[in-house]
DNA sequence: ATGGGTTTAGAATGATAGTTCTAGAATATG
DNA sequence: CATATTCTAGAACTATCATTCTAAACCCAT
């Protein structure tokens, strides 16, 4: 056998790198490969294909970003796993910049390769199972509106006040929690609100 | 001279449709010239390269966006400036996945060009006069605070609360007005609480 | 009618990237 | 020590695009 002087662990370092610091698009074979002073051909006996590289760089972004959430939840919290995005990114950076700045379009381009299909729907179904989880920790019900609702409150509210600080590079300031959590609280309020006098809430929309 | 089979804004409305459609990265010269069927060197007699076509675009999607939200904030209110964003894409699908789902740099590859750069640091100036403006309409002040706050209502909270509706082109339900008002009145009032309480709105954080 | 511009028409060019191929070097195993 | 196997090395190939170029068609003003 060979002496192996690059491996995919050193691949996949140096794509991380180049991803995290210029955007997925510049991770090529060209750069990667690059950086290792490695050549091409090393890369295609550690890899089939740059989507195999860089789909894998995807899913451990999420899987990090999705275990914290997950965590906070199982302690029945919704507030916690709301308050978990500006939190992760704190801490995260680099994949964060990665998981919210880009789509995954700009990592995997086409079909999923074939050896990471399966952790992809593992993925998916985590996350099908997760959104009704939340809705239940939060509102007691999975129906649609505790749903939508949810997700609104754990996601698309905290990526959003989150992402104008990840192009700046800044870690988000504590201003950030603090709207994460009026917002949270709100949303909270007016669905019980709503449950309990559904006419008078609906008059006072 | 000759005949002028195909027009600028022949192009322009092919690559519209097909940016529309399959998104920007796809409105390619070729795609676009197949569409009228007009050859590639007719194209580049309308216009200097593709970023101008792309560009344009751009700058059109994000103008109708803007107009809405500056007349709702001339008139002083800032809930109403809020729930432009889902009104407006309700009226512009199209247009609301080009801007919402896409990234400028989709568009724009590199540099502006030249004919493009007074028209977008016209669009940079009114957008940063009118983040002061939607401070002062909603805080009366306009301090960093303030804008940030603003920010968070008027373009963070409704683009979020509207993405998924874009992904699945369908028009966002009453739902996202509710979460946006919501949120909307609890940070406002969060902040006028904090403003006349500092010390109790921080014990209560 | 014709000269000269504009426009059509599409082939040629050049750049960038992903992937494959051929050759040679290194090494663990028999 | 021989050799099969893996890995290095990088050139070659292929595909996709934006852009440029050459030639011919067209049509208005003279």
């Known amino acids: 056998m060979g002496q192996a002087k690059f491996s995919q662990t050193d691949f996949l370092a140096a794509a991380q790198a180049i991803a995290a610091a210029e955007g997925p698009a510049a991770a090529t074979i060209a750069s990667i490969t690059a ?5 091409t051909g090393s890369f295609y ?6 989507n195999v590289v860089l789909g894998e760089l995807w899913l451990r ?3 990090d970003f999705q275990e914290g959430i997950g965590a906070a939840l199982d302690a029945g919290d919704g507030l916690a ?12 950076l680099d994949n964060a910049r990665l ?17 990471l299909r399966e952790r992809v729907a593992e993925m ?20 649609r509106e505790e749903v939508r609702l949810a997700q609104f409150l754990i996601s698309e509210v905290p990526v959003a006040a989150v992402r104008q600080h990840l192009v700046r590079r800044e870690p988000p ?7 994460i959590r009026t917002t949270y609280r709100a949303v909270v309020a007016d669905y019980r609100a709503r449950k309990r006098k559904p006419g008078l809430a609906e008059r006072a929309v």
Do not use: C
């Open 81 to 92: 796993a709301a308050l978990h995005t500006p939190a992760w990114v704190r801490g995260h």
């Open 99 to 115: 998981l919210l700045m880009y789509d995954r379009k700009d990592f995997v381009q086409g079909e999923w390769p074939e050896e």
């Open 35 to 39: 950086r290792l002073g490695a050549p």
């Open 61 to 63: 972004a999420v899987r």
């Open 124 to 143: 998916t179904r985590r996350m099908e199972a997760g959104s009704r989880q939340r809705a239940r920790a939060i509102f007691g019900e999975d129906g």
């Open 173 to 179: 300031p504590p201003l950030v929690d603090r709207l």
């Open 45 to 50: 006996h550690r890899f089939a294909s740059r």
